[in-house]
Structure formats: structure tokens, C-alpha cells
């Protein structure tokens, strides 16, 4: 990073321009301007405040901006892979512990209090919507059934009262054959 910042250097000497300009032109403050010319990334909370800067500053000095941040991604990589895990991990932790010191520690009102939402009402229209659907099989089948034995009920009787048409029909199928 310190290359980057280096060229950076170099460039405005170069062309000539004040860092009061530089200032001026792309809306940032000096401490800024030193940091990134002297490559001090950790001055900067936000690394995409840095790399957008970066881009800024390099089209304004007429530099390769693709360049530029190519070897800033690359030392950005660099920089973070040396990190563990488990300090990644730890510093997660923490903030989570900090947010929720937060949120306990706010002062509400009535008015502010953030409520809960229940899943009590979908739980509700599941088992209803269930015991529905439950109820609608039930009817079907007893249904299905009922006219099934119904219907298997009038062939019996039907069978029963003609009996000999059924009879004198299998003899004269027999003829025809």
C-alpha cells in the first residue's frame, strides 16, 4: 500500500498540484490525503471509503486506475488472509456482545417498544387449516364409500329380482358363439 501511495505522491509533485487542491477537488480532508499518500490504510474505518477514494485519486491524477486498484485488492487480500480465524471469530463475538448491550441499555417508552412478533396466529391457522382438510377426507371417503356400497347394493337387487334375464342371457350368448 505504500507503493500506491508513493505514486500517488510522486504523480501530484510531478503535475504540480498543491495538496490544498487536491483537497478541494476531491471532498476529502487533509489528514485523509496524508494517510493515503503515506499508505496508512488503518487510518481509514471504511475499506470501501478507501477504495473508492483510491479510484478517485488515481483518474485525477491521470494514473491507471485499473492498475491502481488491482495491486490495492491484492495487497488488500494479502492483508487479510494473514488474519486467524479465530481472531475473525473473537472480534464477531464482541460486536454481537456490544449490540446487545445496546439494545438492553436503550431508554423506551410505551411508545417505542419494540413488540415481539408471535407466530401464535400461524400456528393457529396451520392446525385449523388442518383439521379442515382432515374433516374434508373424512366426508369424502365416507362419501366414496357410501355410494360405492350403494351402488354395489342396486347391482345385488338388480342381479336378485331378474335373475333368470341373467340366466337366459348367458344361454344365448353361448348359442351365438
Known amino acids: 500500500m505504500k507503493e500506491i501511495g508513493e505514486s500517488f505522491r510522486q504523480a501530484r509533485q510531478t503535475i504540480g498540484i498543491s495538496k490544498e487542491e487536491v483537497i478541494k ?25 478507501l477504495k473508492e477514494t ?32 479465530n481472531d475473525i471469530l473473537e472480534q464477531t463475538r464482541e460486536l454481537k456482545e456490544l449490540e446487545k448491550l445496546k439494545e438492553d441499555n436503550k431508554v423506551v417508552s410505551p411508545y417505542t417498544i419494540k413488540r415481539k412478533k408471535s407466530n401464535l396466529k400461524y400456528v393457529i391457522i396451520y392446525i385449523v387449516s388442518v383439521i379442515i382438510l382432515i374433516i374434508l377426507v373424512i366426508i369424502i371417503v365416507k362419501y366414496l364409500t357410501d355410494s360405492n356400497q350403494l351402488e354395489l347394493n342396486n347391482i345385488i337387487n338388480l342381479i336378485e329380482r331378474n335373475w333368470w334375464f341373467v340366466w337366459m342371457y348367458q344361454i344365448e350368448l353361448q348359442f351365438v358363439e
Request: hydrophobic share 40%.
Open 25 to 49: 477537488d476531491l471532498n476529502i480532508t487533509e489528514s485523509q490525503l496524508d494517510n493515503l499518500e503515506d499508505g496508512n490504510i488503518n487510518a481509514f474505518k471504511d475499506v470501501f471509503f
Open 54 to 85: 483510491i479510484k478517485k485519486y488515481a483518474k485525477y491524477l491521470n494514473l491507471d486506475e485499473d492498475d491502481i486498484l488491482d495491486s490495492f485488492n491484492d495487497f488488500m487480500f494479502s492483508y487479510t488472509s494473514r488474519i486467524p480465524v
